[in-house]
């Protein structure tokens, strides 16, 4: 049994694992199938160095191969003993494994490709590039079929190199071809950025996919709230209508079925906006799961071949557009109801008296009365900060990004796509969608805005300006005075001004509010919009002027 083993290792082909077949010795000493180490030398052509795949010695040129005849004979002389070829304690590749590209016969599965050599391998084979110090370079993957996807196709060479002019992997053929003077970085370095974009993306799917699942829950509750609503207004309106059974008996039935429709306007409206949720929810785990099988590839240009290929990713905010409030549904019905109860008991003493009767339409709302005091403002504050991202290179921030300054020289600030180029303003870091307040306390002349985040950044002109454009809204705070404007339509307020100026949000009922602050509330000016994005506060800052996003109390 010992002696067939060591025959059997004496006489096989390190590289297909099988008894020699057609053996040739090679200069080191090494013996092969002439098939394999043929294989194995193609795949170094393009360098000109050919070595063993054992000791790793190097040749050049490609050594000639010559039948080694006494190999030959002993090996035919084993497989009429019997002896087998291949070990049987190896794992063979499967119609859907990637195959040993050095194995010949039944191949083993491979365990890595190498994406330097373009070659898969099984544990055997692939002991060279963890003990030789020539493959410590080499980068290892796990298995993959399509190696020869890395191979440019016009120049046949190693593509190693990522053109961002063009979105594509090249050779460095291809660099001092047609992408000369092109923006481009090693492959490497675009997969690890590529990777760290992907995380972001999925971490800002995770976050709004738990706002969203949150939502539905909130809307779910609403539901039975409405229900409850409802099933209750019935009840008690029945009760009133049996007193008045032979002479209201019509108009018990339409008032029951204007509660019954009102109820099923409204669970409608909810549900539609939860079928919408829970929608936006299978897609972004649809998403979220092609984004965590694209991060899986560790194979760089196929990683970077599917990100390019990756449609655009709308981003969102993570806060709750649902505003859940505990609204009576159905109680001014019944008010109504109980009110034209002790009208007709009057009515009913004198039969002459009675007159058509009706019902007010009650109008139920998911959006909620805005607050009366400032306690209820309050109640509503948001904690926003000022984004350094899209500050003007004019102004500077300070007390963890609250308070912002007109500087009188510019500021060194690194150059982003957020960033305003010419107007003296900053956005919020946070959006803002639901019911929100805030206060802003100033000196000098300031623009107390809100605007979506695509208002355009660049430019001098009123579509980046503060209340010149249809995508924002601003309140001009002067020394005497108030202008509010928006889409470059302005309008002078008359009456005291205040250095405090509350804002109220109403992102869904598209109301808009600025108040002067001092010991009492005081209405400044209000819009009533449709708002069709989230909103960001904004802030203009003028000469020697200064503003600061204060913490309300």
């Not at 063993?52 to 005849?69: D, H, T, Y």
């Not at 969102?316 to 109860?341: G, H, K, M």
Request: proline share 3%; aromatic share 8%.
């Amino acid at each position: 049994m010992e002696q067939n083993k060591l025959d059997r290792e004496t006489f096989s082909c390190s590289i297909c694992l099988d008894l020699l077949k057609d053996p040739v010795t090679i200069p080191c000493g090494h013996s092969y199938c002439m098939n394999c180490i043929k294989r194995h030398w193609n795949v170094e052509d393009l360098k000109r160095i050919y070595s063993c795949p054992q000791c790793r010695e190097k040749f050049s040129p490609r050594p000639a191969l010559k039948k080694n005849v006494v190999f030959a004979t002993v090996v035919e002389d084993l497989k009429n003993t019997g002896l087998q070829a291949a070990p049987a304690d190896h794992r063979y590749a499967g119609p859907k494994d990637v195959a040993c590209d050095f194995c010949t016969g039944t191949k083993l599965k491979a365990t890595k490709s190498c994406l330097v050599c373009l070659a898969s391998y099984c544990e055997k084979h692939l002991q060279p590039h963890y003990n030789s110090d020539t493959f410590k370079q080499h980068h290892l993957v796990e298995p993959t079929k399509n190696l020869k996807k890395n191979i440019c196709s016009k120049h046949d060479h190693v593509m190693k190199i990522f053109c961002r002019t063009d979105q594509k992997c090249i050779c460095s053929f291809c660099l001092m071809d047609e992408h000369q003077g092109h923006n481009t970085v090693s492959a490497s370095v675009e997969w690890t950025e590529r990777q760290r974009e992907l995380k972001k993306r999925r971490g800002s799917i995770k976050q709004r996919l738990q706002v969203r699942e949150e939502d539905v829950k909130l809307l779910q509750q609403e539901v039975e709230d409405i229900n409850h609503s409802a099933d209750k207004a019935v009840e008690e309106c029945e009760e009133i209508f049996t007193e008045l059974i032979r002479l209201l008996q019509k108009r018990s039935s339409d008032v029951k079925q204007q509660i019954r429709f009102q109820q099923e306007t409204e669970v409608r409206q909810v549900k539609d906006v939860q079928e919408k949720l829970q929608q936006e929810i299978t897609e972004l785990k649809r998403k979220n799961a092609e984004l965590k099988e694209l991060s899986k590839i560790e194979d760089h240009n196929q990683f970077l071949c599917g990100y390019s290929s990756m449609p655009v990713f709308s981003e969102s905010t993570n806060s709750s557009s649902i505003n859940i409030n505990p609204l009576r549904y159905f109680e001014d019905i019944l008010a109504s109801v109980s009110e034209l109860q002790v009208e007709l008991q009057d009515i009913l003493r004198d039969p002459w008296r009675g007159s058509l009767l009706s019902l007010t339409e009650v109008n139920v709302s998911l959006s909620e009365q805005e607050p009366k005091s400032r306690a209820g403002f309050l109640r509503h504050s948001k904690d926003l900060t000022l984004n350094p991202n899209t500050a003007n290179v004019w102004l500077a921030l300070s007390k963890e990004d609250r308070k912002v300054k007109r500087m009188g020289e510019p500021q060194f600030l690194s150059r982003h796509a957020e960033r305003f180029t010419h107007w003296r303003q900053v956005l919020s870091r946070e959006s803002l969608t639901g019911c929100c307040y805030w206060e802003v306390e100033r000196k000098g002349r300031i623009y107390v805005a809100v605007a979506y985040n695509s208002i355009i950044r660049a430019g001098r002109s009123n579509k980046s300006l503060f209340g010149a454009n249809d995508k924002s809204w601003a309140l001009e705070c002067r020394s005497h005075n108030f202008k509010f404007g928006h889409n470059d339509i302005w309008k002078s307020i008359s009456g005291p001004v205040s250095s405090r100026v509350g804002v109220y949000l109403d992102h869904r009922a598209g109301i808009l509010s600025f108040y002067r602050v001092s010991e009492s509330m005081t209405l400044i000016h209000r819009v009533q919009t449709t708002f069709t994005e989230p909103l960001h506060a904004g802030l203009w800052i003028g000469f020697a002027c200064h503003a600061e996003l204060c913490e309300p109390k």
